[in-house]
């Protein structure tokens, strides 16, 4: 079993952390998060660390003492750093921007597809090729890119569509030409 859930989360200066009964509830530079704790897990702020603490031994509440310690700590991190997401369109004519609160792409369809950007999350286009999606909330950054991933999968023969920067696509080769002899048979 992993220890993780032991370890103490270092609160910033910046960064408060408000605790009422199983809610925690944290504010910073970069905006507010809240969680809500389950029955087998307590919180203390104690200084500037926040500890999580289990009730019992079981394996699940284990597993739950690290997964909350986990949530917290990229809770404290968002509110400070925030959290982003880059995304790279390829193909020819494939481009986004933003428009208001929309995203704007054009990815090969004879339409261009609007995505509304949800609260809490802000997107750039620093090049048209170029997407970034940033917030606080970790797991709403990476349900948002995946989202707009998802409008158009990367495809393995020619690589267009919408993927990750570093992202590796496994390509696969086309047909190929068998020349005279294929349609000779009879």
Do not use: C
């Not at 104690?46 to 990229?74: C, F, P, W």
């Not at 570093?166 to 068998?178: S, V």
């Amino acid at each position: 079993m992993s220890r993780i859930g032991r370890a103490p989360i270092p609160i910033p200066s910046a960064v408060k952390v408000l605790q009422d009964g199983s809610q925690l509830a944290f504010e910073g530079p970069k905006g507010k998060l809240s969680m809500a704790l389950p029955q087998s897990l307590s919180a203390s702020v104690q200084e500037s660390t926040l500890l999580i603490r289990r009730a019992s031994d079981l394996k699940n509440v284990k597993a739950l003492h690290g997964l909350y310690r986990a949530l917290a700590a990229n809770a404290v991190r968002g509110i400070t750093e925030g959290f982003s997401k880059e995304l790279e369109i390829i193909g020819v004519g494939y481009r986004a921007q933003v428009k208001g609160k929309t995203l704007e792409l054009y990815v090969g369809f004879s339409h261009s597809v609007q995505f509304p950007i949800p609260e809490g999350i802000t997107v750039e286009t620093p090049k048209p090729t170029v997407v970034i999606v940033k917030g606080a909330d970790r797991q709403l950054v990476g349900q948002v890119a995946a989202n707009v991933r998802r409008i158009a999968l990367p495809e393995p023969y020619k690589g267009k569509g919408i993927r990750y920067v570093g992202e590796a696509i496994r390509r696969k080769a086309g047909k190929a030409a068998t020349g005279a002899k294929a349609g000779a048979g009879g």
